[in-house]
C-alpha cells in the first residue's frame, strides 16, 4: 500500500507531505484547489510521462517522493533482483522522481538509479488509478475480455497461448514471404541469375583491390624505382668508392687492432656485422634494379581490372568485402527460389502445426472464459444493485473475430489473435423490458461510473493491485446513489488501500481517514496544501461546505446525518451483543 507521498516543487504545491492508512482514504477540497495535482505526481511515480511545465514557477527541478509497503513483498523483490536494484529495508519500497524544467526526468528505486522501464516494471500492481474520465475506457470492447480473465485468473493459460500465437504468426510470415506467384517469383529468378552472372564472371577476391592498387603503383613507377635501386646498390657495394668497400676496410682495421688489444673484439665483431649487412643489402637491391621491367600490357590489365571492380561498387554500393557478401546472399536467394517447392511444402507444415497448436490452446482458454463469465456476469448484477440498479441486465457476449481483425491469423471459421479465438463485449439493459445492447451505446455517464465501480468490486478478491485510486470517479452520479457509491467503495477498502478524491459529501462521509486541500494565494504566489481532517468537528464542518457550500447549522446537522450512516453500518456488522452495547451508549448521550 501507500503510505507516504512527498512532494515538492509540483505545479502549484511548494512542498508537502502526505501520509496514507490502509482503509479508505477520502480527500476533499474546493474545484481548482489542487486535489488532482496529487494524481498527477502518483502518475509521474508510477512511470508515467514527464512534462517540463510541472515544475513550479521559479525553480529548476520539481520531485515526488513514495514510499510503499508491499504486500507481496517476495514478488517485489525478485523484480528488483531481476533489474539490478536495491533490495527493500524494512519492508519498504521506495521510489523518486524528478523533472527538470529543459524536460529531463530522472527515478530512483531505493536509492538506486533506474530507466523508465524498470520504474514501471517494479511499480506495475501497487497502484490502480480510476480517473474520471477513465469510464470511458468501458466503451472500448478491447479491454472487456482483459476484465474476464483478471477476474477468472487466467494468466498463465492466456500466456502458454500468446506463446503458441507468436509461434504461429512467425510460421504465418515465413509462409507468406514463399507465397510469391509464379510470374513474380520467375522475374525475381532472372535478375538475380543477371547480377550473379556478372559478379560470378567478374571473380571478385577478398582483398583484391588493395593488391592491384599496390601492383599498379609499382609498374607505374618501374623506371624511377630501377633508378633509385641501381644507385643504392653502387653507393653501398659496387663503386670504387662505396659505402661497402669503406666499411670492409674500417672492420679489417679494427680486427688487426683487435688482435694487440682484445678488448676491442666485441668492436670488430659489430663492425664486420653491419659491413656484412650492408653488403648483404646492397646486393638485395641489385636484384630487385634486375628484375625491373616496363609492362605495359600489364599495367593496362590492372587498370581494365580496377575500372571493373570500381563500376562493380558503384552499381551494389560499400566495399568489396560488403560486395561479397551480397553475392553471398544472392546466392543463397536463389537457392530458395530454385528450391521454391520444397520450401513451400514445409513451411505450409510447420504452419499448419502451429495453428493447431494454437488452436488447441485458444479452445481451452474459451471454454474456462465462457464457464467464469456466467459467475462474473451474476456477481457485476450482484454489484449493480446494491449500486441503485436493481432491474439492470448485464452480459457478455462472445463472438468470432471478423475476418478484417488487426493481426489475426486463420479462416472464416475461426480466426485467432494474441487475445485468443473470442471476440467479447459487455451487454447491458438499465431499464426492464429493453434488450441488452453494448455498452459504449447506451449507458450514461453515471451509469459507466456504476458499472465500472462494480467491476471494481468484484476483482478486488482477485486483482493483485494494492490500492485503488478513484479520482472523481463520481461523474453523473446525484447525491442518492453517491452514498450508495461511498457505501460500495468503502466495501473494497476492507479488502484494498483505496484513495478517493471526490467532490460528493455522500461518498467522502465513508471515509476513515479525511484529508482536505486548500489553496491560498500568499504574497502574490498560489499554494495548495494537504492536510488530515482531525476529529468528528472537522469532518463535519467540511462535509457541511461541501453541502451548501457555507457552514450553517443545518449543512452541519446534515453533515452530522452523513456521518451517522457508516458508523450505523459499522455497527450493523459487528455481533448483536455489540450492537445493542453501542445503540444503548448513543441514546444515552
Not at 533489474?83 to 524494512?90: D, F, Q
Not at 674500417?250 to 688489444?261: F, G, N, Q, T
Amino acid at each position: 500500500m501507500l503510505q507516504t507521498l512527498r512532494i515538492s516543487h509540483f505545479a502549484i504545491i511548494d512542498a508537502l507531505e502526505v501520509s496514507f492508512d490502509g482503509g479508505f482514504n477520502v480527500v476533499t477540497g474546493e474545484t481548482g484547489a489542487g486535489k488532482s495535482i496529487l494524481i498527477d505526481a502518483l502518475h509521474l511515480l508510477l512511470g508515467g510521462r514527464a512534462q517540463a511545465d510541472l515544475v513550479r514557477t521559479g525553480h529548476d527541478e520539481a520531485a515526488v517522493e513514495g514510499e510503499f509497503l508491499p504486500l507481496d513483498l517476495p514478488t517485489l523483490q525478485a523484480r528488483l533482483d531481476g533489474a539490478g536494484l536495491p533490495t527493500c529495508e524494512e519492508g519498504r519500497l521506495r521510489v523518486r522522481r524528478t523533472v527538470h524544467r529543459e524536460g529531463r526526468s530522472r527515478a530512483w528505486v531505493n536509492g538506486g538509479g533506474c530507466t523508465m522501464a524498470q520504474l514501471a516494471l517494479v511499480t506495475r500492481g501497487l497502484v490502480d488509478i480510476s480517473g474520471q474520465h477513465e469510464h470511458t475506457s468501458l466503451m472500448d470492447p478491447a479491454g472487456h475480455l482483459r476484465l474476464l480473465d483478471l477476474y477468472a485468473g487466467l494468466g498463465p493459460e492466456l500466456e502458454r497461448y500468446r506463446e503458441a500465437f507468436d509461434a504461429l504468426a512467425a510460421t504465418d510470415r515465413a509462409l507468406r514471404a514463399l507465397q510469391l506467384n509464379e510470374a513474380e517469383r520467375q522475374r525475381r529468378l532472372d535478375y538475380l541469375a543477371f547480377q550473379l552472372e556478372e559478379l560470378e564472371k567478374a571473380d571478385v577476391k577478398p582483398g583484391e583491390e588493395e593488391q592491384l592498387r599496390a601492383e599498379r603503383q609499382r609498374l607505374a613507377g618501374a623506371g624511377k624505382l630501377r633508378d633509385a635501386t641501381r644507385e643504392a646498390e653502387g653507393l653501398l657495394y659496387s663503386r670504387d668508392t662505396s659505402v661497402g668497400g669503406l666499411a670492409q676496410s674500417a672492420a679489417d682495421l679494427v680486427e688487426r687492432a683487435a688482435a694487440l688489444d682484445p678488448t676491442l673484439a666485441p668492436i670488430a665483431e659489430t663492425v664486420r656485422a653491419a659491413t656484412t649487412q650492408l653488403v648483404d643489402a646492397a646486393r638485395d637491391l641489385g636484384r630487385y634494379a634486375r628484375g625491373i621491367h616496363d609492362d605495359p600490357a600489364r599495367l593496362e590489365a590492372l587498370d581494365d581490372r580496377l575500372e571493373l571492380l570500381r563500376k562493380l561498387l558503384r552499381k551494389h554500393g560499400g566495399d568489396l568485402a560488403q560486395l561479397l557478401a551480397r553475392q553471398a546472399e544472392m546466392q543463397a536467394e536463389r537457392a530458395r527460389l530454385e528450391g521454391h517447392e520444397d520450401a513451400l511444402a514445409e513451411a505450409e507444415q510447420a504452419r499448419a502445426a502451429a495453428l493447431a497448436q494454437a488452436r488447441t490452446l485458444a479452445q481451452g482458454l474459451s471454454q474456462k472464459r465462457r464457464a467464469a463469465a456466467r459467475l462474473f456476469e451474476q456477481a457485476v448484477v450482484e454489484r449493480l444493485a446494491d449500486l441503485e440498479m436493481k432491474k439492470t441486465i448485464f452480459r457478455l457476449h462472445f463472438g468470432a473475430h471478423a475476418a478484417g481483425a488487426e493481426e489475426s491469423i486463420g479462416d472464416d471459421a475461426l480466426r485467432l489473435t494474441r487475445e485468443g479465438q473470442d471476440a467479447m463485449e459487455f451487454l447491458l439493459s438499465p431499464n426492464p423490458g429493453e434488450e441488452p445492447r453494448p455498452l459504449a451505446r447506451i449507458a450514461s455517464g453515471g451509469e459507466l461510473s456504476r458499472v465500472m465501480l462494480a467491476v471494481k468490486r468484484v476483482l478486488a478478491q482477485r486483482d493483485p493491485v494494492e490500492t485503488y485510486i478513484f479520482d472523481e470517479v463520481d461523474a453523473g452520479i446525484g447525491g442518492a446513489t453517491g452514498e450508495v457509491v461511498g457505501r460500495l467503495i468503502h466495501e473494497v477498502s476492507r479488502q484494498r488501500q483505496v484513495l478517493c478524491i471526490t467532490h460528493l459529501p455522500q461518498i467522502a462521509a465513508w471515509g476513515g481517514s479525511h484529508y482536505t486541500v486548500a489553496k491560498s494565494v500568499r504574497e502574490g504566489r498560489t499554494h495548495s496544501t494537504v492536510q488530515p481532517t482531525e476529529g468528528a468537528e472537522g469532518r463535519e464542518r467540511e462535509l457541511a461546505r461541501m453541502l451548501s457550500g457555507h457552514i450553517t447549522p443545518a449543512s452541519l446537522a446534515h453533515a452530522r446525518e452523513l456521518l451517522d450512516k457508516p458508523r450505523d453500518a459499522a455497527i450493523d456488522a459487528r455481533p448483536e451483543d455489540d450492537k445493542a452495547s453501542t445503540r444503548r451508549s448513543r441514546r444515552a448521550v
